[in-house]
């Protein structure tokens, strides 16, 4: 038995599963089902485990940690359904012998029998999961049983309904896997026999080449509204070539719809003239009729040949269907009836559907009267066209009055409404606005995540070309060791790892993941590293294209000390590295700020102690007060340590709050910015000062003190006193900045502390959560609860009209 749970049947020995094992912790489970049936198991009457065949893909399934840490071994293309007296098992009759031997166990440990349901060779089981329904409804108590399943285990799905981020090259490879290894499309074929004519193609995103050697490119799929996909594949079998085209419309416009409609009938055409007796012109004629009659725009965009002969040769010479080709077409004849347009101008602004291409290919053979396709693929419209717009409300455009010969508009008539002639409605403005906000904010954080923003979405930090990489400059520097065993190298940021008895440095930045599992007396380690074409790789134009690159790498100790002792040293420099590359990233971005001029004596008495600041300093010491002062062109806030200080320059400050304590528990001062800063390594534009003028007290015992104690009263009023006494501080405070602003020099800039208007606040969910939302003379705040809230209103009846309302919680404003 190998040490990851598949068994090894060596030399006759059979698979063995341990009873005793088996027993404990099918137990185990049942005992925490029945335990905690209601508040984990979503009271379900049964349990379904769903084991998908063996994939490539490198996936951690709950389903098959379950069959491990259960059997013992992983169980394949297995469902498991327990039930309270019973266990049903739908498998393979191989893994039928084997789970059969557990019958006794499991009736002694749970009470519950085991069921086998064993599929055919070849089927899929459907038929035998009908049989496990009715057992399931025939043991629930209830008329509807609740089944509970892994929910987060999708099965693999489409790319464009899962709406997938992939590459052409990397569908390319895939297509080409399944192509040489028949077994994956489930053909009978011996694989040896079969090849390929060229690479896979795929395009999209304006960027199309209809010619069979086309490559396909390292962009991501396009599948917005109005975007074409052309997937081209040409395969070899015993010598004999064939060919296949189609394309996909993703929200076709009219004239993609028309153009594509167009192609078809002109293919089906051209197919249609493949007759015995009949010119090979008269192929492309036929195709070049249909476009004469319901599309003669499109004639200079059509290719120039409606294909070529094809067999042991993917291009027959002298079997051109072009229009100059006058020999005859022969029963027997195999052709590749080719029809495509090239470089259609759409009206649309986008760079990638500005422009399309559409491209048909089918391989057919030519009998006594008709063509037989050969590649059967349906090419109807209604299955090559995705619509994702289906259920989105469509935003009528205004339409504009007919204007007759004679130069006259148009009056209405009795069958028009008169609201066609109208403006868009005020809805209809506000839902415009929100889309095309939200498409900067989608360009935003791509821009962002591509060229190495503030984060990949993952925690890892900013991605850095492999290229910028380099653990050591000479192979001189890299340690020497005596054992080959994994080092890290904090140094360097580097890991060394142990391959084929030599150390190979790797720096840390390529270091995707390390996990860790631990058996009873090994502890096996995988380490996997960032390839180009991963989500968020900034190495999609390499230099050296035929580069081979590692992806994972296993490691098998008997240390586990030592073990755990790495891994726990590769994670804490991944943070450390990507914390620092990530806090780089966020300082590039960041607008260069003038330089602090600090102020004389006499203004340097502008000066707030013991205050603290949102958001706070990084670090793992001990949070400290500091003080805020005011100097001639900007703020500074420092504390005793050195690394702790703040910059607010006056022409940086947009808003400016003060708040005193009413009914909260801390009197604050608050500044919303026009360009982020840094307040240790976290980029803000929100920076608030703040002190607390309640300390929290909790009674020993924590019983309730009456209200006329005398203790109680007096802590009341030194606690009245402080808030007054504090806010009195902070209104002295801003009454000399606000001096300090009101010459000449800071004119332009407009500034005044804002005090919010406590009685007019309501309720609202800003963030998915309740808050108290308070007016300014300008803006929307909430300044208590983090993330902060400071919403601009220079025109309210705008704002409404934009949909600012939609965050408001009118409930609890009544």
């Known amino acids: 038995m190998t040490d990851n749970g598949k068994a090894k049947s060596g030399s006759g020995a059979a698979y063995t599963i341990n009873l005793e094992i088996f027993s404990?912790?099918?137990?185990?489970?049942?005992?925490?089902?029945?335990?905690?049936?209601?508040?984990?198991?979503?009271?379900?009457?049964?349990?379904?485990?769903?084991?998908?065949?063996?994939?490539?893909?490198?996936?951690?399934?709950?389903?098959?940690?379950?069959?491990?840490?259960?059997?013992?071994?992983?169980?394949?293309?297995?469902?498991?359904?327990?039930?309270?007296?019973?266990?049903?098992?739908?498998?393979?009759?191989?893994?039928a012998n084997l789970i059969g031997t557990l019958?006794?166990?499991?009736?002694?440990?749970?009470?519950?029998?085991?069921?086998?349901?064993?599929?055919?060779?070849?089927?899929?089981?459907?038929?035998?999961?009908?049989?496990?329904?009715?057992?399931?409804?025939?043991?629930?108590k209830s008329d509807t049983p609740v089944v509970g399943h892994i929910a987060k285990e999708a099965p693999e799905g489409k790319v464009i309904d899962e709406e997938r981020k992939v590459s052409h090259s990397s569908?390319?490879?895939?297509?080409?896997?399944?192509?040489?290894?028949?077994?994956?499309?489930?053909?009978?074929?011996?694989?040896?026999?079969i090849d390929i004519c060229y690479p896979p193609v795929f395009q999209s995103g304006g960027k199309f080449d209809l010619r069979p050697g086309a490559s396909s490119n390292d962009d991501y799929l396009y599948y917005d509204p109005a975007s074409i996909i052309i997937c081209a594949i040409g395969s070899r079998y015993s010598n004999y070539c064939s060919n296949v085209a189609r394309t996909f419309l993703i929200d076709a416009t009219p004239a993609q719809s028309k153009a594509y409609e167009t192609l078809l009938k002109a293919q089906e055409a051209a197919l249609a003239a493949c007759k015995p007796g009949n010119q090979m012109s008269a192929v492309f004629k036929a195709a070049v009729a249909v476009f004469e009659k319901n599309a003669p725009e499109l004639l200079p965009n059509l290719t120039k040949s409606a294909g070529t002969g094809i067999g042991l040769e993917f291009r027959e010479s002298g079997l051109n269907l072009n229009a100059k080709n006058d020999r005859l077409i022969k029963e027997g004849m195999i052709f590749n009836v080719n029809l495509g347009l090239s470089n259609i101008q759409a009206e649309t602004n986008n760079e990638k559907t500005k422009q399309f291409s559409l491209l048909l290919a089918d391989t057919a053979l030519v009998n006594d009267k008709a063509a037989e396709i050969l590649t059967n693929c349906s090419k109807a419209v209604k299955d090559v066209a995705y619509s994702f717009n289906e259920d989105e409300e469509e935003v009528p455009k205004p339409k504009r009055a007919k204007v007759e010969p004679n130069g006259v508009e148009a009056l209405p008539s009795k069958a028009t409404l008169r609201s066609d002639n109208q403006e868009m409605s005020k809805e209809e403005l506000r839902r415009q606005h929100q889309a095309e906000l939200a498409r900067q904010k989608n360009e935003e954080t791509a821009r962002r995540l591509a060229g190495g923003g503030s984060g990949n979405g993952d925690g890892r930090g900013p991605s850095r070309n492999s290229n910028e990489l380099v653990a050591y400059k000479n192979v001189n520097d890299v340690p020497y060791s005596r054992e080959l065993v994994i080092q890290v190298d904090q140094r360097n940021e580097a890991v060394l790892l142990p391959i084929y008895g030599s150390m190979v440095p790797f720096h840390v930045s390529t270091v995707k993941s390390v996990t860790s599992h631990q058996d009873n007396r090994t502890c096996t380690i995988r380490i996997f590293f960032n390839v180009p074409g991963m989500p968020f790789s900034n190495d999609k134009d390499l230099k050296s294209q035929g580069a081979i690159y590692l992806?994972?790498?296993?490691?098998?100790?008997?240390?586990?000390?030592?073990?755990?002792?790495?891994?726990?040293?590769?994670?804490?420099?991944?943070?450390?590295?990507?914390?620092?590359?990530?806090?780089?990233?966020?300082?590039?971005?960041?607008?260069?700020?003038?330089?602090?001029q600090q102020a004389s004596n006499k203004t340097k008495q502008m000066r707030l102690n013991d205050v603290w600041i949102r958001p706070p300093f990084g670090g793992r010491g001990r949070k400290l007060t500091g003080t805020l002062e005011a100097h001639v062109n900007g703020f500074r806030y420092s504390t005793s340590r050195a690394d702790e200080r703040v910059d607010i320059m006056y022409g940086n400050i947009k808003h400016a709050f003060f708040q005193p304590a009413e009914k909260e528990m801390i009197t604050l001062l608050h500044f919303h910015l026009h360009n982020h800063i840094m307040v240790g390594n976290k980029k803000t534009k929100d920076v608030q000062f703040y002190v607390e003028v309640m300390d929290v007290v909790q009674t020993v015992g924590g019983s309730r003190r009456s209200a006329l104690d005398p203790d109680e009263i007096e802590e009341e009023q030194r606690e009245r006193d402080r808030k007054n006494r504090i806010n009195?501080?902070?209104?002295?405070?801003?009454?000399?900045?606000?001096?300090?602003?009101?010459?000449?020099?800071?004119?332009?800039?407009?500034?005044?502390?804002?005090?919010?208007?406590?009685?007019?606040?309501?309720?609202?969910?800003?963030?998915?959560?309740?808050?108290?939302?308070?007016?300014?003379?300008?803006?929307?705040?909430?300044?208590?609860?983090?993330?902060?809230?400071?919403?601009?209103?220079?025109?309210?009846?705008?704002?409404?009209?934009?949909?600012g309302w939609e965050f408001l919680n009118m409930e609890a404003s009544d």
């Not at 349990?47 to 996936?59: C, G, M, V, Y």
């Not at 390319?172 to 074929?189: F, N, S």
């Not at 790498?553 to 040293?569: C, G, L, Y």
């Not at 943070?575 to 971005?589: F, L, N």
């Open 24 to 95: 404990k912790r099918l137990k185990v489970f049942y005992d925490h089902w029945n335990g905690n049936k209601s508040d984990l198991w979503a009271s379900s009457d049964a349990i379904a485990i769903a084991t998908p065949p063996p994939s490539e893909d490198l996936r951690y399934l709950k389903s098959t940690a379950l069959d491990v840490w259960l059997l013992g071994y992983e169980f394949p293309e297995t469902i498991i359904v327990f039930m309270q007296k019973q266990i049903h098992f739908l498998c393979s009759q191989k893994k």
């Open 551 to 596: 992806k994972e790498i296993t490691f098998r100790s008997k240390d586990p000390r030592h073990s755990s002792e790495v891994v726990q040293q590769i994670k804490t420099l991944r943070r450390q590295v990507a914390s620092r590359e990530s806090e780089r990233a966020e300082r590039a971005t960041l607008v260069t700020q003038e330089k602090l």
């Open 728 to 803: 009195m501080e902070f209104q002295n405070y801003i009454n000399k900045v606000n001096d300090h602003w009101s010459q000449p020099q800071f004119k332009g800039l407009d500034l005044e502390f804002d005090i919010p208007l406590r009685e007019l606040g309501f309720h609202g969910v800003p963030y998915k959560a309740s808050a108290f939302i308070i007016p300014t003379s300008t803006c929307l705040v909430e300044l208590i609860e983090t993330p902060f809230l400071v919403t601009i209103i220079d025109d309210p009846q705008k704002f409404v009209d934009d949909g």
């Open 103 to 140: 019958k006794d166990a499991a009736s002694e440990a749970v009470g519950s029998d085991i069921i086998l349901h064993v599929k055919s060779k070849n089927g899929d089981g459907i038929d035998l999961m009908d049989d496990i329904l009715r057992a399931v409804s025939a043991q629930s």
């Open 171 to 193: 569908l390319m490879d895939d297509t080409e896997k399944v192509i040489l290894d028949p077994l994956k499309a489930k053909v009978k074929l011996k694989p040896e026999n």
